[in-house]
């Protein structure tokens, strides 16, 4: 008797969260405050999530947005990333969300890529927080592209990725243009030369942090966003080692000239807002830029006459 009974309220307990599920999933559509645009919430908690996160060539829009805009309108509903969700393909509605910023419009992330990004990422705080963490960072900008290291480090960079060509009979070039930039981002950033094994280790686990970043947000073991989440404190750990070797050792971090010994100087700053600013670097660096390079060289294969004009203003 008392088996059965369990039995009943376990089945009645899994019965009532899926309900549940359903009924959260849906729940907006019936309490509609206004016009609402047309489009599809998709499976209950998943959403279109998965349709959305499809890889697609750069050069495109992908084909969720296309079907979408084709079907629903440059403006459209779904449920992405556990949350309704209103997206806009439309320039000047997008133009007049940027310019409005701050006044009608907060600008955030999905929940789910908090847990990967850290409570205090500037990508994902708001209001007075954000414009004092943007305000350290354009000044950390400014004061390290003022320096004269800056351009000779690139160029150091750059002509060790030629040469490392001459013996490969094909090269990949997007791949060729992240570890461009990948190195290029650690040594401003944290004063490390590709040849030092901290690069190695703090790459690897950047790897992986990047590929959980705009993935499925289910915290399970082996799940891409699981792995981004214990990548990105595992570089945690290596910059605060990092700091701590610097603060140790003061007369070094003066030679390296880099975010770090900036920010061992900024006293408004925390331990982990620190931390999470040399991530923050990383991130925002590394796949617009390479992306923008590799774009650049790929119009210029297809533009004879842009290339030549390019070739004529960088030899005069």
Same mark, same amino acid.
């Given at each position: 008797?008392?088996? +059965? ?14 309900? +549940? ?7 907006p559509?019936?309490? &509609? ?10 499976? /209950? ?13 750069s050069n ?21 990333f ?8 439309? #320039? ?12 009608l419009?907060?600008?955030?992330? /999905? ?17 007075d ?20 290291e ?5 160029? $150091? ?5 030629l040469?490392?060509? &001459? ?15 990948? @190195? ?12 030092? /094994?901290?690069?190695? &280790? ?12 705009? $993935?499925? #947000? ?30 140790? @050792? #003061? ?14 100087s900024?006293?408004? !700053?925390?331990?982990?807002? &620190?931390?999470?600013f040399?991530?923050?670097?990383l ?8 992306? !923008?390079?590799s ?8 533009? /004879? ?7 004529? @203003?960088?030899?005069?």
């Amino acid at each position: 008797m008392a088996e +059965g009974f369990w039995l009943v309220v376990l089945v009645g307990g899994v019965v009532g969260f899926l309900l +549940g599920l359903v009924l959260n999933h849906f729940l907006p559509l019936l309490f &509609k405050g206004g016009l609402v645009p047309k489009g599809t919430f998709g499976w /209950p908690l998943l959403g279109e999530t998965y349709s959305f996160l499809k890889p697609h060539s750069s050069n495109s829009v992908g084909a969720f947005l296309q079907d979408h805009c084709s079907r629903y309108g440059k403006v459209f509903r779904s449920h992405l990333f556990f949350s309704p969700t209103v997206v806009s393909c439309d #320039p000047e509605l997008n133009y007049f969300i940027l310019q409005n910023e701050g006044k009608l419009f907060e600008c955030s992330y /999905p929940k789910p890529i908090h847990g990967i990004l850290g409570k205090v990422s500037m990508l994902v705080a708001v209001d007075d927080t954000h414009k004092r963490l943007r305000n350290v960072a354009l000044s950390l900008v400014s004061i390290s592209k003022s320096k004269p290291e800056f351009l000779n480090d690139i160029e $150091s960079i750059a002509i060790q990725i030629l040469d490392s060509w &001459k013996d490969k009979p094909k090269v990949i070039f997007c791949e060729e243009a992240r570890k461009f930039t990948f @190195n290029v981002i650690v040594k401003q950033v944290l004063g490390l030369t590709p040849q030092e /094994p901290e690069t190695s &280790k703090i790459l690897e686990d950047f790897l992986t942090f990047m590929r959980g970043l705009i $993935s499925l #947000p289910l915290y399970i073991p082996g799940t891409p966003y699981a792995r981004a989440v214990q990548a990105r404190s595992r570089i945690s750990s290596s910059v605060k080692a990092i700091i701590e070797e610097r603060r140790r @050792n #003061p007369e070094n971090s003066k030679k390296r000239s880099d975010f770090v010994e900036i920010l061992l100087s900024i006293d408004t !700053l925390s331990e982990d807002e &620190k931390v999470s600013f040399v991530l923050d670097s990383l991130l925002g660096g590394y796949e617009t830029t390479s992306l !923008l390079v590799s774009m650049v060289v790929h119009f210029l294969t297809h533009s /004879p006459t842009a290339l030549q004009q390019l070739s004529k @203003n960088i030899r005069t």
